[in-house]
């Protein structure tokens, strides 16, 4: 709930709260057949006792408003007004359930919701902390806007042709040789996923992947009807020796792989692993997607060429973005493919929702055009390289005994096995009432059931400490218990 | 093709094509098995004689690289790797085929391409003039963003939220009273077609729907399977007469209407029709879909409340969206429902694009919670206002005799109905040809052949003169063959 009682009143907090109820219920922000939150989490919310949500929770179940059940749950049962309809009004909740697009997984939903928490420390979260994030730069940026300024007005379907030339530039300085009109805009990487999905693939189609993936912790393929099929790995990247034969096996119509400084593991796919991959898809006439969203977070040494650097065949389907590295909130990301692929992911964008934000890409396209965005990439990549550091010695301090983990070259991530057998959903929930938000290891694969993904590009370097410190010791008192 | 042949270079022409279209092949933006653009298409935009593109394209034939159907289609069939490979490539046009998403009508494709034709004029586009479009402001705001700065990380799921209790406050104001908590922001009403579709809709559920309507041009819920089944309109809005018997016969799930300033036809639904509609609806417990996109655009006095204001039993989905008064290119709109709908549709908006960029709800915050916007919609309405009349009156001058229309009362567009009889394919393409772009009525519906959607708000008034005259003769020359 958005509000909250006023404590000053002389009307008792009962009260307030069952006519704010009240007021939901009318305006139909909760229409009839809502399930309310529980007990405890709006007394939490409100900052109240129990006892008086329970006082007025009872008052609107006796006016006929509310109808608990057995299970404890309490659901709106009636409105002021339902009871003059000849029919009964629309139940929602068998609309929620009816759509075809699959609900984030409940830990995923949990860990969105988590990070809105005041104070709540984010071990896992997979973003670049604000302070990483440029700010000032892009004040700046916007505040020179008149030099070379903004159209209101909707872009070219591929996305604004100035910014597809910055990254045309941009590529090369990658090995990449591509055009503009090879180019689409997307609204992040994870955009251009769910324009594959309902672009380019038929119902039920499979798509090979690294196990464990991220790609294992949103539902876009899968809400398409399509099954992930999980290739194994090893030190250096998805192992190929099984490829030819899963993708007989499934009738694979894609692999798809994040080369560089993997999510979740952290794993950089060696020169020789790339050359391997690239030849046994070739044989087998199987596509690719690259998701190459973390390649420019390196530390000592660049990453080998992308995939497609090496694609004469126009096997690869790459995908780029500066939410990793820049500016998530931009929401900017491009696909590189064949012109016809790329046709028809922008003629399904404009149907989707007529392209991305002008000011993003114009922003984005000032980022790359003026220099500033590599200028960046050297302080993120410092930085970065910083907090692993001091990560990986945190980890050496309380970790030593009761897990292993490989130090990573580059990228976000530092996937943590436990060596201690514990209940991981335990860990997870004591974890979050505590204050420490993790995501374990089984959003990204239903194997890695005893991995933690670790994050050391969000949380604060005293976060860091404080969190990875009450973490550890969580960890030896579960298993104690 | 974004190169061009340099005219001053000594290498002939049809070498430089050549070697520009080796280049596309061997990088892959034109893979094996694409079909490359026509011969014409090619030399237009080379800026070359046709003779020049055969003879380039002959030698590719001889290399091995092209091959020539019967049809006078080319396609890639080879590139300077693919021999060596013990598969063929991937063939992409198979993969663009197989997607579930269906291509948008050709005609809207041919659209889309056609309004980025240098000096062509626009005589039904949905969109503000560039000059109605408010950039010095938008510059100020941005110059002004110390004030209140804005975050470069991601939003909430269901987006920024001092934007949306900005558009709160903003609702009250024409009668919706709600919370922050019931609002989800998405990247323009499309969008939030787009999630409803995936969201709380089966496959192969019955949408009710104006006929004809905007959402016949778009492929957002017959791409899930869904069927468009029309009701007739009249002066006052949707027949609901047929609505009860259509719902049963279909089996209907929703009801989507634009009640405002109805696009294509202008139509603006009166008080009383709205009544009776929502008096159906809640009898029948069907839900409504409330495309509220052209509310603001009024002229001389405001329309009706929505429906949404008058909706005790939570029937309505209400879509409104900042694309037809502010900026197209910021991409923000909202939905008002019920929360556990705005839940499940922000969970899903975080699968697809992980929420709308935070530059441009900033922005879209700063417009409404500075008045700016409503000062804006002023200018706005007498600037239309203008438009429609100087619309009208050439109307009156070219086509009393040839076509019939209503004067709007507000929004973009003038329904014309020509009555004269002839192909309106032609028309369209003679019409593209002569530099003037159409958006004929089939678009909209299947019974609406001899319509055209006219719009007073994109195209100069010189344009609108320059192409209403030439149109006018057009169909006239047309009839006459």
């Known amino acids: 709930m958005d509000w909250k009682p006023d404590f000053s009143s002389e009307i008792p907090l009962y009260v307030q709260i069952k006519d704010s109820i009240k007021l939901k219920i009318s305006l139909g922000e909760w229409a009839v057949g809502t399930k309310i939150p529980a007990q405890r989490t709006l007394a939490d919310q409100l900052g109240v006792n129990r006892s008086t949500v329970v006082t007025a929770l009872s008052d609107l179940i006796d006016e006929g408003l509310l109808e608990g059940n057995t299970k404890g749950g309490t659901r709106v049962v009636n409105n002021a007004w339902n009871l003059l309809a000849a029919s009964p009004p629309p139940d929602w909740s068998s609309y929620v359930q009816a759509g075809t697009y699959y609900p984030n997984q409940p830990a995923i939903q949990q860990i969105n919701r988590a990070e809105f928490q005041e104070g709540i ?17 892009m004040k700046k940026i916007f505040e020179e806007s008149s030099l070379n300024p903004f159209a209101l007005g909707y872009e070219e379907p591929k996305g604004n ?3 597809r030339k910055q990254i045309t530039a941009y590529l090369q300085g990658i090995g990449i040789h591509t055009s503009p009109s090879a180019i689409l805009i997307v609204s992040g990487a994870l955009q251009a996923l769910q324009l ?3 672009g380019l693939l038929q119902r039920g189609s499979s798509i090979l992947l690294e196990s464990p993936s991220y790609l294992y912790s949103i539902h876009v393929f899968q809400s398409s009807a399509m099954k992930l099929i999980g290739l194994p790995m090893d030190e250096e990247g998805v192992r190929t020796d099984h490829i030819s034969r899963y993708k007989k096996g499934h ?3 894609l692999l798809y792989t994040i080369p560089s400084f993997h999510n979740p593991t952290g794993t950089l796919m060696t020169e020789a692993r790339r050359q391997d991959l690239m030849t046994i898809c070739a044989d087998e006439g199987l596509p690719i997607i690259e998701d190459d969203a973390y390649r420019e977070l390196w530390f000592d040494n660049p990453p080998p060429l992308p995939l497609k650097a090496r694609d004469p065949n126009a096997l ?5 973005s500066l939410s990793k590295t820049l500016s998530p909130g931009l929401r900017i990301g491009w696909v590189v493919a064949p012109e016809p692929v790329i046709e028809r992911l922008a003629d399904i964008k404009m149907q989707n929702d007529y392209g991305s934000s002008s000011v993003s890409q114009w922003a984005a396209a000032e980022w790359l055009g003026r220099g500033l965005y590599q200028e960046h990439l050297v302080f993120v990549r410092e930085q970065l390289q910083m907090r692993r550091d001091h990560t990986v010695q945190l980890l050496q301090t309380h970790f030593k005994d009761i ?5 990573p070259a580059g990228g976000f991530y530092i996937w943590l096995r436990l060596t201690l057998d514990i209940p991981m959903h ?10 420490v938000l993790l995501n374990p290891g089984s959003i990204y694969s239903r194997h890695t059931g005893n991995y933690l993904r670790i994050s050391y590009a969000y949380a604060k370097q005293e976060e860091l400490e404080i969190g990875l410190k009450q973490l550890a010791i969580l960890i030896k008192l579960l298993h104690r218990e």
């Open 161 to 163: 042709l100035y910014l």
């Open 251 to 253: 009738n694979a119509s």
């Open 316 to 320: 690869v389907l790459y995908l780029g």
């Open 121 to 137: 420390i984010r071990l896992g979260t997979g973003e670049l902390s604000p302070d990483l994030l440029p700010s000032a730069q």
């Open 426 to 435: 335990m860990l997870f929930e004591r974890a979050c009432k505590e204050g």
């Open 403 to 407: 897990a292993e983990w490989s130090v």
């Open 196 to 198: 594959i999905s309902i």
